[in-house]
């Protein structure tokens, strides 16, 4: 069971580390990687493990989460822009986890129990969305974060239960305490990222700009009609077009290229650190991680072929940032690579801003701050869910909504512990008593609750093994900027 502690926040000896993704793309698997090495190199950390809880479910469930995606991706992209935009609301399926997650959960469940973790961290929504049922249930005793993994915020990650929750930006920091969200439980760290090489002077002499060419993540015609485009390209420049897994495109390519000596063909590579260090320019799909680790590395980027939804408004921030361009159409690429490497300055102010960007330290923050953090989750009722929901879906301010949220803190350490609605703080000073900002709940007041499960699930959350509880009140207001 968790426990709600007034304990000030500690480092804890011993620390055993559930990182748990999801293999829809290569992203999430990437951030949970990057994670796992920072892990690796803590003095406080015991043990680690990585699951992909789509490696443990069933073949149908993995391929309908994960195949099924890229499917609509090729097929129907106005489909997948429809379902970011329709998902995009916190909260908009409220309820517990459908019964066949569950189901195919169970193997994943099971792992971590068997792992014992003193903190899980979930680089997708799906193990969030689980973590929390766990947690709301009495069945985790661990810290848990939830990373994200593009820089757009999307409230599909917003869970019912968690201890901190990581974003990419600033920006959706603000978003999220303008819905009412309290701020101490989030934090704005980045993409979680490998660390990057040591850098090391060649001497090889080359002075031409290196671009660096996805091809294996666009693939097939366009792919090879962004390496014809940089062909024409003026301007002095080498350039190395990475073709993945994907060996008939590889052979398209090298084709494509044979006799052309700025051009460097190559397959799957685990070198993608040094290149991207090495790197002036980068030419691809703006992923989550593939933008992260390039700002990471200060590569500003030429953006093609975004996926509808996150890689869209990956590229509208990067864009906004000054660390990219995109190119609308395939047959202009060349040229708008030529204007960046021929007009004075443009590269070198372009990588400025991704450096500015780029986050490196990301995945060390995440921890040292996660480590240290309350061992009580912040608990978001469904009165509170229903009130996100709303705001969100008319644009308001937790301020502007009729009625308020309110925000139950620890009175020693100002930690929030709760996310609820007005309403809700008037039944239970009604059933418990107390002064306006503070409310004493104890086992007497869980009785009352009678089959009012919501407010029996929270105040039992709060007590836990204590008799009774005291907890600060106050209004969940937008903090400022």
């Known amino acids: 069971m968790v426990t709600v502690t007034d304990e000030a926040p500690s480092?804890?000896?011993?620390?055993?580390?559930?990182?748990?993704?999801?293999?829809?793309?290569?992203?999430?698997?990437?951030?949970?990687?990057?994670?796992?090495?920072?892990?690796?190199?803590?003095?406080?950390?015991?043990?680690?493990?990585?699951?992909?809880?789509?490696?443990?479910s069933s073949a149908l469930y993995r391929d309908l989460l994960g195949k099924g995606y890229f499917a609509l991706v090729d097929g129907a992209p106005w489909l997948v822009s429809l379902g970011y935009d329709f998902s995009d609301q916190p909260?908009?399926?409220?309820?517990?986890?459908?019964?066949?997650?569950?189901?195919?959960?169970?193997?994943?469940?099971?792992?971590?129990?068997?792992?014992?973790?003193?903190?899980?961290?979930?680089?997708?929504?799906?193990?969030?969305?689980?973590?929390?049922?766990?947690?709301?249930?009495?069945?985790?005793?661990?810290?848990?974060?939830?990373?994200?993994?593009?820089?757009?915020?999307?409230?599909?990650?917003?869970?019912?239960?968690?201890?901190?929750?990581?974003?990419?930006?600033?920006?959706?920091?603000?978003?999220?305490?303008?819905l009412g969200i309290p701020l101490d439980r989030v934090r704005a760290t980045g993409i979680p990222v490998r660390k990057q090489p040591a850098d090391e002077s060649s001497d090889s002499g080359e002075s031409a700009p290196l671009l660096i060419i996805s091809a294996g993540a666009s693939g097939g015609s366009y792919a090879t009609t962004v390496v014809r485009q940089i062909q024409r390209v003026g301007a002095p420049m080498r350039a190395v077009v990475v073709c993945g897994r994907n060996d008939e495109l590889r052979a398209q390519v090298e084709k494509i290229t044979d006799g052309d000596p700025r051009f460097t063909v190559l397959g799957f590579t685990?070198?993608?650190?040094?290149?991207?260090?090495?790197?002036?320019?980068?030419?691809?799909?703006?992923g989550g991680l593939s933008a992260s680790e390039c700002m990471a590395a200060g590569l500003p980027m030429v953006l093609t072929s975004p996926i509808p939804g996150q890689e869209v408004r990956n590229g509208d921030y990067l864009i906004e940032e000054g660390a990219a361009v995109r190119c609308a159409t395939s047959v202009t690429i060349g040229w708008k690579v030529d204007q960046i490497l021929s007009t004075p300055g443009?590269?070198?102010?372009?990588?400025?801003?991704?450096?500015?960007?780029?986050?490196?330290?990301?995945?060390a923050d995440i921890l040292e701050n996660l480590l240290s953090s309350?061992?009580?989750?912040?608990?978001?009722?469904?009165t509170a869910q229903k009130a996100l929901l709303e705001a969100s879906e008319n644009n308001l301010s937790a301020s502007d909504l009729d009625d308020a949220l309110v925000t139950l803190a620890s009175p020693e350490s100002g930690?929030?512990?709760?996310?609820?609605?007005?309403?809700?703080?008037?039944?239970?000073?009604?059933?418990?008593?107390g002064e306006s900002d503070r409310l004493t709940l104890d086992r007497t007041a869980l009785s009352y609750l009678g089959q009012r499960w919501g407010a029996r699930r929270l105040v039992s959350r709060l007590l836990g093994d204590a008799p009774s509880f005291t907890v600060a009140v106050r209004p969940s207001t937008p903090h400022g900027y």
């Open 415 to 433: 930690d929030s512990l709760a996310l609820i609605g007005s309403g809700e703080l008037r039944e239970l000073f009604e059933l418990a008593g």
């Open 346 to 363: 443009r590269l070198s102010s372009m990588q400025s801003r991704a450096r500015a960007v780029g986050r490196p330290a990301a995945a």
């Open 374 to 382: 309350p061992t009580a989750p912040l608990i978001i009722t469904r």
């Open 91 to 178: 909260f908009k399926h409220r309820g517990p986890v459908d019964p066949w997650s569950r189901a195919n959960a169970m193997p994943a469940i099971r792992r971590l129990r068997k792992f014992r973790p003193t903190a899980v961290i979930c680089t997708h929504f799906l193990p969030a969305q689980l973590m929390a049922a766990m947690i709301l249930r009495g069945a985790l005793d661990a810290r848990t974060a939830i990373v994200t993994t593009d820089y757009d915020f999307q409230g599909l990650w917003l869970a019912s239960a968690f201890h901190r929750l990581y974003l990419a930006r600033e920006e959706s920091r603000v978003q999220l305490g303008e």
């Open 11 to 56: 480092i804890r000896t011993g620390e055993r580390i559930m990182i748990l993704s999801a293999g829809v793309g290569s992203g999430h698997n990437s951030a949970a990687e990057a994670l796992r090495e920072e892990c690796a190199a803590r003095a406080d950390v015991e043990a680690v493990e990585v699951l992909d809880v789509l490696d443990v």
């Open 270 to 286: 685990d070198r993608m650190p040094e290149l991207l260090r090495d790197a002036s320019l980068f030419i691809g799909k703006p």
